[in-house]
């Protein structure tokens, strides 16, 4: 790039540079460039500086403590939330995670879903019974459902490995095992569900303590005389150049 396209360049920021200057000291070149009124420039911008400091302190201080109020109050409902959803699921579990499929059977955590032309519906895990048997065309599923009722499912060998039906059968009685398991200590954990969404409710202790660090932070602020002193310091300088230029500062 030739000189007069560095010129170019940079003309635009010079000139917004001499424009802050002039606006920052008002009343005229001379006040605002010169030498001889470094001193009362720096009044000014120490006056400035002074209340500027202690502004963004106290904003600072109050953001963080109104932060903290919402802070503590977003973790008070999410571990309510929580709670809840503990409650509600131990309440009633429904179907629970997805585990496994083969065919007409979906196998859940707590049930077993069946879809056949002769039955559709989920079976609760911890009330059936599950046996099967294989020949070298088919491997048969008999289910016992909780009324004593038995489905039979079929998967033609061609379609379906033996080896894959087994190892399926295996997981519905493991799932079964857990899911028994589940039912008998459920009334128990029920109850501590409960128990804990009710002290999740009562403890608002942070959510407390945040709120009377706002009050205690919104008061010293409020009794904080230094802010006020600064500002009067600072329309003292506006006078004092407002004397010395005619002109009055922003």
Known sequence: MNAWGWILLLAPAAAAAVGRQL????????FAFAPDYDGA????????????????????????????????????RRRVRNAEERVAYMSDPGRGGYRDELGALSLYEHVLAVST???????????IAVRSDHTRMASHLYLVGPDGRQHLVTYAAA?????RVRKFVVDVHNAIAAAKSFQLDRPARLRQAKADLHQAENDTSEHEKARLRLEEVTARQNAD????????????AHDRWQELTGRRPH
């Open 41 to 76: 420039r720096s009044d000014l911008d120490s006056a400035r500086s002074a209340v500027r400091g202690l502004e963004r302190a106290a904003q600072k201080e109050l953001a963080d403590a109104r932060g903290a109020v919402d802070a503590a109050a977003s973790a008070y």
């Open 159 to 163: 379609d379906i490995a033996e080896e």
């Open 225 to 236: 005389l230094r802010i006020s002193a600064a500002r009067q310091d600072l329309a003292a």
């Open 23 to 30: 606006y920052r000291y008002p009343g005229g070149w001379k």
């Open 117 to 127: 032309d002769d039955f559709s519906g989920d079976l609760p895990l911890h009330e």
